[in-house]
């Protein structure tokens, strides 16, 4: 595998589900972020993090959980989403914060 | 504060023709620039970046942008549009300093279609 990857690659779950996506990078970057694209919206940034560290979190809701185990991973943990949850999640890795930022293919979640 | 305006939220053009996608950027320290393309059901892929170093930036596919400090602006082009350049396109601008540093932020995107 090379570059950014995500899974799964399509979602559906109820609104009284737990589930998480992965997303796991191959290019020895030390910074990994999550990003929202709904629907006639911007990408919105959700959180950052650096060296496994978060350094932002963009005042999304606790509903969504991110977790860092080291540099190369980072999962987003969802549990009690809502229907406008519904989106594609994409996850991306740069070297450093100021750095290009290469993005995965993105999670399509749909929430029920 | 950053933020990013593109111009057009639909850009048509004939196959051979001219691509002109519009980015207006607005940054209260010196701004990494970005243009990306998202063909559909993938992620982001990135065309082009300016750093700093010359103002016209050479990127993938025939694609290049020129940073114009006076107008803020950071236009996409490409001389002759190919069926495969169909895509939504994304200007993106990240702050060098402060609180901007490191975040990209989106503009709302361009979707180009390509006309035989």
């Known amino acids: 595998e090379t570059g950014v990857t995500q899974t799964p690659r399509h979602l559906v779950m109820g609104m009284t589900n737990k589930k998480s996506l992965k997303c796991e990078q191959h290019?020895?970057?030390?910074?990994m972020y999550w990003y929202k694209q709904s629907a006639k919206k911007p990408l919105e940034l959700m959180f950052v993090y650096n060296f496994k560290e978060q350094t932002e979190n963009n005042s999304v809701p606790s509903r969504f959980s991110p977790e860092c185990p080291n540099s190369s991973h980072l999962f987003l943990h969802l549990h009690t989403l809502q229907p406008e949850d519904s989106a594609l999640y994409l996850c991306?890795?740069?070297?450093?914060?100021?750095?290009?930022?290469?993005f995965g293919p993105g999670t399509r979640l749909t929430v029920l | 504060a950053q933020s990013v305006t593109q111009l057009g939220s639909h850009v048509s053009v004939s196959a051979g023709a001219l691509v002109l996608l519009r980015c207006n950027y607005s940054s209260s320290v010196p701004p990494y620039l970005f243009w990306y393309v998202q063909y559909p059901n993938q992620g982001l892929q990135l065309l082009l970046k300016?750093?700093?170093?010359?103002?016209l930036v050479k990127g993938i596919n025939g694609f290049e942008a020129e940073f114009k400090k006076s107008e803020t602006s950071f236009h996409l082009t490409k001389p002759s549009a190919h069926m495969s350049d169909a895509a939504e396109y994304f200007c993106?601008?990240?702050?060098?300093?402060?609180?901007?540093?490191?975040?990209?932020?989106f503009g709302q995107g361009t979707i180009l279609t390509v006309h035989p």
């Open positions: 993106a601008v990240s702050g060098t300093g402060g609180t901007s540093y490191g975040k990209l932020t």
């Open positions: 991306a890795s740069s070297q450093g914060l100021a750095d290009t930022q290469y």
């Open positions: 300016y750093t700093s170093a010359a103002t």
């Open positions: 290019l020895g970057h030390n910074a």
